[in-house]
């Protein structure tokens, strides 16, 4: 099974922007569905951005016009770029194939803060 590594998350000031990637141990081209997924501290995780292998993509109202997923699938990777970052947006964030899973990575770390 195809494993994901995250990475590119920091400590941001509100407004800020950040780009987490996310690379594959194997070949994402034949994955349909990609997702972006996060877990704030006490909550379940949500599923915020996802994309298809023809790069459809698709968005959680919480992050629609200020997140945008990408897919490289030369490189095994999936991007996304975060904009205008709201204190909300503090969250471990991973990545994974949807609606069926492998087995989850560490994530990155994204904190918002003033």
């Known amino acids: 099974q195809v494993q994901f590594v995250e990475s590119g998350g920091g400590l941001v000031q509100p407004g800020g922007s950040l780009r987490l990637s996310c690379v594959a141990s194997?070949?994402?081209?034949?994955?349909?569905?990609l997702g972006w997924f996060r877990q704030a501290p006490g909550k379940q995780r949500e599923l915020v951005a996802r994309?298809?292998?023809?790069?459809?993509?698709l968005y959680a109202d919480s992050v629609k016009g200020r997140f945008t997923i990408s897919r490289d699938n030369a490189k095994n990777t999936v991007y996304l770029q975060m904009n205008d970052l709201k204190f909300e947006d503090t969250a471990v964030y991973f990545c994974?194939?949807?609606?069926?899973?492998?087995?989850w990575g560490q994530g990155t770390q994204v904190t918002v803060s003033s």
């Open positions: 994974n194939r949807w609606p069926t899973f492998t087995g």
């Open positions: 194997g070949s994402i081209s034949s994955i349909y569905w």
């Open positions: 994309i298809t292998s023809g790069r459809s993509a």
